[in-house]
């Protein structure tokens, strides 16, 4: 079986179901934006460091997470068939937010993306997800039918990222580097940081 169908030369796709849309079709704008971030996490992992392999099953997992994203994104009409995005996925995420956030030492100020080879990939995946964030909600907006349930995974994963870019710099040894301008963000912060949207 060949890997190209030569049925996109056109400028056409189809969604689930078989309904035929544009390749700029904001629907497939997400789902392809969730697909670049499942790759992106792949290209994270090849710059695991050994002393960080603990964390090698959990964003296998969250791969497995991502690709149900675009599935269900790919989906035209609520209830063709049943969305594989729940609940469980978003309060899986906020258990290892709110353990990781804890060992992480407290900050008041924005800080710089940067440190390591494996911490910064992690930050150029939380920008990528709050990207693909927006694609979802921009689809929503549209009057287009979502899982709800993958827009608060999105909103939570941007947060696992970020924390987790922390937790891997701390250990590490890799300095933060405050950015200067910022106001205290956060010194009130809420119990969780999964709180913060």
């Not at 169908?5 to 629907?27: A, I, M």
């Not at 670049?36 to 959990?58: M, Q, R, T, V």
């Not at 599935?71 to 906020?94: C, F, I, Q």
């Not at 937010?97 to 910064?120: H, M, R």
Request: charged fraction near 25%; include cysteine; charge should be neutral.
């Amino acid at each position: 079986m060949a890997v190209y169908t030569r049925t996109g030369d056109q400028g056409s796709t189809k969604l689930v179901g078989g309904v035929k849309v544009r390749k700029y079709h904001p629907r497939v704008e997400a789902y392809g934006t969730t697909d670049e971030l499942c790759s992106l996490l792949g290209h994270s992992l090849s710059l695991l460091a050994i002393e960080d392999d603990e964390f090698k099953p959990e964003l296998v997992k969250i791969q497995q997470f991502i690709f149900d994203c675009s599935s269900d994104l790919a989906v035209p009409n609520e209830g063709m068939r049943p969305y594989k995005v729940t609940k469980e996925s978003h309060l899986w995420l906020e258990k290892r937010i709110d353990a990781y956030w804890k060992e992480c030492p407290k900050i008041n100020k924005f800080i710089l993306p940067g440190g390591t080879p494996f911490a910064s990939s992690l930050q150029v995946a939380r920008t990528v997800t709050r990207r693909s964030e927006r694609c979802v909600v921009f689809l929503m907006d549209e009057g287009e039918a979502i899982n709800q349930e993958v827009l608060v995974f999105l909103n939570r994963l941007s947060d696992y990222f970020f924390v987790l870019a922390r937790l891997i710099n701390y250990r590490a040894g890799e300095l933060e580097l405050d950015y200067e301008n910022s106001p205290q963000v956060f010194s009130r912060r809420k119990k969780s940081v999964s709180d913060n949207g």
